[in-house]
């Protein structure tokens, strides 16, 4: 009997866990990797959170662990990105010129970054977008938040628990976040807001030393010294390439329908692309494993 064809659209936790687990149940498997193998995870230094591995891992190390265990089981990996899906009309999916029986799209969620020049070449070396990935280095240093809704409050809040000192940096006086989370952080003594202000320049060597701010409302520059810069000014899913096929949240998050399969016979979606509440390495593998175990078992029922 022919092997059914698998197209994973990701490679982050999400796109390979489930690569492991299609792989594994004898899918024709291929991954479309895009542009940056490895997804998010690669751009982060080590990650202590992700079960198993009690001294901590890279992040590069840990995707390229994940990608070996499912070329291990025989999923090809396919460096590029993909810009299109078209549903047949025999419930088949071409993609690349190739048909496939199933689409898993675990394309991810970029964080919106502040738009600086260079900005990328401090990703990892001060610069973060997840406070609950990477506050714990921060232990005894001093960090800033960028934003003004619910998570950079909560975020501010959260890296209080290592930091000895957190700057919440606004561009206005008004918040976006709701009231109660702008409350908890005002009346933590660890925090102090920064108003009317923008970061214009990340200054250091190796990494973030100091930030050169400029009040929005006078133009005064000033240096803040600190040790890092957390930005939380919201995240982007990359869902453009089915926006058009697969229904979508307000803010462009995939929405599955009955289990991690869409309303789309045949496409199952898995991590931040569908995820706008948790953002972990373990929630997308753990969607990964479930968008694969609900493809498995949809195809055994086509047949």
């Not at 690349?96 to 738009?115: M, P």
């Not at 108003?195 to 000033?222: P, R, W, Y």
């Not at 496409?267 to 931040?272: E, P, R």
Request: a neutral charge.
């Amino acid at each position: 009997m022919t092997r059914k064809k698998i197209a994973i659209i990701g490679s982050g936790p999400a796109g390979l866990t489930a690569a492991i687990y299609t792989s594994r149940a004898d899918l024709d498997v291929i991954v479309f990797a895009g542009l940056q193998p490895g997804g998010q995870l690669t751009t982060t230094t080590e990650i202590e959170n992700f079960p198993g591995f009690p001294t901590g891992i890279m992040g590069a190390d840990l995707m390229e662990n994940m990608k070996k265990q499912a070329e291990r089981f025989g999923a090809k990996v396919e460096i590029g990105n993909i810009e299109s899906i078209t549903k047949n009309d025999d419930k088949t999916f071409t993609i690349k010129g190739q048909k496939y029986d199933a689409v898993i799209i675990a394309t991810g969620a970029s964080a919106r970054y502040l738009g600086l020049k260079n900005e990328e070449e401090w990703i990892g070396k001060g610069y973060h977008s997840c406070a609950t990935c990477d506050g714990f280095f921060y232990r005894d240093k001093i960090v800033a938040i960028v934003g003004g809704g619910d998570s950079a409050m909560e975020e501010a809040n959260f890296l209080t628990k290592f930091a000895t000192k957190v700057y919440i940096i606004n561009r206005t006086q008004k918040f976006r976040a709701s009231e109660i989370m702008l409350k908890r952080a005002q009346d933590n003594p660890k925090i102090e807001f920064i108003l009317d202000s923008k970061i214009t320049k990340f200054i250091g060597n190796e990494h973030i030393e100091q930030v050169e701010l400029i009040n929005t409302v006078s133009n005064e520059k000033n240096i803040l010294d600190l040790n890092g810069v957390f930005v939380a000014i919201g995240h982007k899913p990359n869902s453009d390439i089915v926006k058009d096929l697969i229904p979508t949240s307000a803010n462009g998050y995939l929405l599955p329908d009955k289990g991690m399969m869409t309303k789309v016979p045949g496409i199952f979606v898995a991590g931040d692309v569908t995820d706008f509440v948790y953002k972990q390495a373990i929630t997308a593998a753990a969607g990964g494993c479930k968008a694969a175990i609900d493809c498995e078992r949809w195809l055994e029922n086509q047949e």
